[in-house]
């Protein structure tokens, strides 16, 4: 099993599959959060299920944190008066 190379996105749960982009090995993750484990199912990925893609629940949570914690009211009076 590769490990290290197989990328697990913010939202995956168990029952999702997962692959590594190295030898395109397909893995079925089991578990708890937090406590995940790989298990190989035999097969392997095709191309589309290989290429990388933006995590978006990670990218969402980022940006909703950073807006939280910026003082938008405060921005949009001074646009208003602008």
């Given at each position: 099993m590769c490990g290290p190379t197989i990328v697990l996105e913010r939202g995956t749960r168990a029952g999702d599959l997962t692959y590594c982009r190295c030898c395109t090995g397909q893995y079925?993750?089991?578990?708890?959060?937090?406590e995940f484990k790989l298990v190989a199912t035999?097969?392997?990925?095709?191309?589309?299920?290989?290429?990388?893609?933006?995590d978006e629940f990670l990218i969402a949570g980022l940006i909703s944190e950073s807006a939280a914690g910026l003082n938008l009211s405060g921005v949009l009076k001074q646009s208003a008066r602008a």
């Open positions: 079925k993750v089991e578990g708890p959060v937090g035999g097969a392997q990925g095709n191309a589309a299920q290989l290429e990388a893609r933006p």
